[in-house]
């Protein structure tokens, strides 16, 4: 049976915690009843839920941050979880380091929202950041320290897409063709080719097994990435896919297969030693040099950008071109690509006009004549 007394001017309350154990709480000096009768119901709701934890024994949001992140650690990748502990170490250790996990509540969170604004962290950087809040805020759940997650609740900050507005280098057929030509050795020349054609991701290509390539279809499945020295499987099912490959392609691939070094990884582009091929190698010894040559100013992914805006030029379907590209929804491709679009599609009006009045209906020639009565 819970109780409020007062003692020394001070409320205390008495109560049995979700264990049995007796605890006294002694609430801060010009706390009023109602006060105290609102804090003893939030504690009796929390007993009731198992998730009730002592004051003392609430441990810093920053110790439960770092319990989540390695808890993490073996899930994700090394990229990921640099980035995760950057946005823990810059931006909400420093903020909440002085608060137990209990205490970081729906306010607590707005205040450190417009405290972001308020330092110019950009929007997109704010939306990861509040993505892993919510993410550390749910383990505290799990672990039974509070009992919901306020970033679940708040307004997400509105901005700019991710890729609104953001110059995309495009390289164009005859740019394509002049790379090509820069790059002597077939191994390489087979590796840009594929990017510009089928739009892997440089991890994917480099993490590409001939066990991979259906000739039969013409397609590559994509079921791995090779990135900071290991083998990952995609990051999500839309990444795990299979990819349409144009015929000069396949049979680049057919030509390169017989010149391909035996190795026992199955690799269709080893390293000299027959293991994967380091992508730093690969760009500064080899990319590099030629695009220098060619006389172009492009990264290895704008191979990727340029495959996917020769589809929207030809006029694909866009839900076929997030698929092969991978994206895990539409919205990327149309945020990113969408500005490629055509504004003025005039065979498309010309097309729904022949769909409606094919039959020959005389709904628009026609006119009545008025009939006076």
Same mark, same amino acid.
Request: glycine residues 4%; proline residues 4%; contains cysteine.
């Given at each position: 049976?819970a109780?409020?007394?007062k003692?020394n001017d001070?409320?205390?309350?008495?109560?049995?915690?979700?264990?049995g154990k007796?605890q006294?709480?002694?609430?801060?000096k010009g706390?009023?009843?109602?006060?105290a009768k609102?804090i003893l119901?939030?504690?009796?709701?929390?007993?009731?839920k198992g998730v009730y934890?002592?004051?003392k024994k609430m441990p810093?949001?920053s110790?439960v /941050?770092?319990?989540?992140l $390695?808890? &993490?650690?073996?899930?994700?990748?090394?990229? *990921?979880?640099?980035?995760?502990? %950057?946005?823990l170490?810059?931006h909400?250790k420093?903020?909440?380091e002085?608060?137990?996990i209990?205490?970081v509540?729906?306010?607590?969170?707005?205040?450190f929202m417009s405290?972001?604004?308020d330092?110019?962290?950009?929007?997109?950087?704010?939306k990861?950041?509040?993505?892993?809040?919510?993410a550390?805020m749910?383990?505290?759940?799990?672990k039974?320290y509070?009992d919901y997650n306020?970033?679940?609740?708040m307004?997400k900050p509105?901005?700019q897409?991710?890729?609104k507005?953001?110059?995309?280098?495009?390289?164009?057929?005859?740019e394509?063709l002049?790379?090509?030509? /820069?790059?002597?050795?077939? $191994?390489? &020349?087979?590796?840009?080719?594929?990017?510009? *054609?089928?739009?892997?991701?440089? %991890?994917?290509?480099?993490?590409?097994?001939?066990s991979?390539l259906?000739l039969?279809?013409?397609?590559i499945?994509?079921k791995?990435?090779?990135?900071?020295f290991?083998?990952?499987?995609p990051?999500?099912?839309?990444?795990?896919?299979?990819?349409?490959?144009?015929?000069?392609?396949?049979?680049?691939?057919?030509?390169?297969?017989?010149?391909c070094?035996?190795n026992?990884?199955?690799?269709v582009?080893p390293n000299?030693?027959?293991?994967p091929?380091?992508?730093?190698?690969?760009y500064?010894?080899?990319?590099?040099p030629a695009?220098?040559?060619?006389?172009?100013q492009i990264?290895?992914?704008?191979?990727?950008?340029?495959?996917?805006?020769?589809?929207?030029?030809?006029?694909?379907?866009?839900?076929?071109?997030?698929?092969q590209?991978?994206?895990?929804s539409i919205?990327?491709?149309?945020?990113?690509?969408?500005?490629?679009?055509?504004?003025?599609?005039?065979?498309a009006?010309?097309?729904l006009g022949?769909?409606?009045?094919a039959?020959?209906?005389?709904?628009v020639?026609s006119?009545?004549?008025?009939?006076?009565v």
């Amino acid at each position: 049976m819970a109780c409020i007394t007062k003692r020394n001017d001070r409320y205390v309350i008495d109560f049995y915690d979700n264990q049995g154990k007796r605890q006294r709480q002694t609430l801060k000096k010009g706390t009023t009843l109602k006060d105290a009768k609102k804090i003893l119901r939030d504690i009796e709701d929390k007993i009731d839920k198992g998730v009730y934890v002592t004051p003392k024994k609430m441990p810093l949001f920053s110790k439960v /941050a770092d319990s989540w992140l $390695k808890a &993490k650690r073996p899930n994700i990748r090394h990229s *990921t979880y640099k980035q995760y502990k %950057g946005h823990l170490k810059n931006h909400l250790k420093p903020y909440f380091e002085n608060y137990k996990i209990g205490q970081v509540n729906y306010d607590k969170v707005e205040k450190f929202m417009s405290h972001c604004l308020d330092n110019d962290i950009h929007i997109l950087t704010l939306k990861k950041i509040l993505i892993n809040l919510g993410a550390i805020m749910i383990y505290a759940v799990r672990k039974r320290y509070i009992d919901y997650n306020p970033v679940r609740d708040m307004e997400k900050p509105k901005g700019q897409s991710e890729h609104k507005d953001k110059e995309l280098n495009i390289v164009t057929p005859a740019e394509i063709l002049t790379l090509l030509d /820069a790059e002597p050795d077939f $191994k390489h &020349k087979t590796l840009y080719m594929a990017a510009v *054609t089928t739009g892997l991701r440089q %991890g994917e290509l480099l993490g590409l097994k001939w066990s991979d390539l259906d000739l039969f279809n013409s397609q590559i499945h994509v079921k791995r990435t090779y990135n900071h020295f290991r083998f990952y499987e995609p990051k999500t099912k839309r990444s795990r896919r299979k990819v349409d490959v144009p015929p000069q392609m396949m049979k680049q691939f057919k030509t390169w297969k017989l010149a391909c070094p035996a190795n026992d990884l199955d690799l269709v582009f080893p390293n000299e030693t027959g293991g994967p091929m380091s992508s730093l190698n690969m760009y500064n010894r080899k990319f590099l040099p030629a695009i220098k040559k060619a006389g172009l100013q492009i990264r290895f992914h704008d191979l990727r950008h340029t495959w996917i805006s020769l589809l929207i030029d030809q006029g694909e379907n866009i839900k076929y071109i997030q698929n092969q590209a991978g994206h895990a929804s539409i919205k990327t491709t149309i945020d990113t690509y969408g500005h490629l679009m055509k504004d003025i599609n005039k065979e498309a009006a010309s097309r729904l006009g022949e769909a409606i009045f094919a039959t020959g209906h005389n709904l628009v020639t026609s006119t009545k004549k008025e009939v006076t009565v």
